[in-house]
T-cell receptor, first 114, second 118 residues
């Protein structure tokens, strides 16, 4: 069965510091992987996705993620945190066997300290 | 237009009321989804419509009744809800392709309807 694990339900960094949000997945077939962001009282917005090809994926707002098959990881990073990055972040996987379903991780709340 | 719209933004209803949530997209997507999201939790899939036909029902209670009148519209009819059904209800859409690896790419989400059942 496919699953997604996000390590750390809450991450706090200082403004200007590196952001690292961890995501590990389990999938028996090559997965599609996604990172979504949710600001308070809003829907989810796609940050970036990995389907095939280049394993380093760049997204919006300066975020990027690297697909590491050997580590079954898809960690999200941003070199320099901004106050506006404070939000909930969800990693998600779309199993190849279920075209229409995506499985979300439990989420990581990112806080930014001034 | 790359937006999914949802109405209303907020809804308060009693347990005996009948109400409907509406979702609309004009991106030509042929897959549409309803999710339920409780506070501090990820979205939980409720229903999937593919080409206006219900393809997935995640064992949702019958007090939730989805409807897809056309390829752009998705409704969720609510009747005899319970207080524990209070949540953020999210609609999403995506574009299915013809081949497995191109199918159902990223889902585009609407802003949600905040539902409170009294």
């Amino acid at each position: 069965a496919q699953s997604v694990t996000q390590l750390g339900s809450h991450v706090s960094v200082s403004e200007g510091a590196l952001v690292l949000l961890r995501c590990n997945y389990s999938s028996s077939v090559p997965p599609y992987l996604f990172w979504y962001v949710q600001y308070p009282n809003q829907g989810l917005q796609l940050l970036l996705k990995y389907t095939t090809g280049a394993t380093l994926v760049k997204g919006i707002n300066g975020f990027e993620a690297e697909f590491k098959k050997s580590e079954t990881s898809f960690h999200l990073t941003k070199p320099s945190a901004h106050m506006s990055d404070a939000a909930e972040y969800f990693c998600a996987v779309r199993p190849g066997s279920s075209a229409s379903k995506i499985i979300f991780g439990s989420g990581t709340r990112l806080s930014i300290r001034p | 237009d790359t937006e999914v719209t949802q109405t209303p933004k907020h809804l308060v209803m009693g347990m005996t009321n009948k109400k409907s949530l509406k979702c609309e997209q004009h991106m030509g997507h042929r897959a549409m989804y309803w999710y339920k999201q409780k506070a501090k939790k990820p979205p939980e899939l409720m229903f999937v419509y593919s080409y206006e036909k219900l393809s997935i029902n995640e064992s949702v209670p019958s007090r939730f009744s989805p409807e897809c009148p056309n390829s752009s519209l998705l409704n969720l009819h609510l009747h005899a809800l319970q207080p524990e059904d209070s949540a953020l209800y999210l609609c999403a859409s995506s574009s299915p392709g013809l081949a497995e690896r191109s199918s159902y790419n990223e889902q585009f989400f609407g802003p949600g309807t905040r539902l409170t059942v009294l």
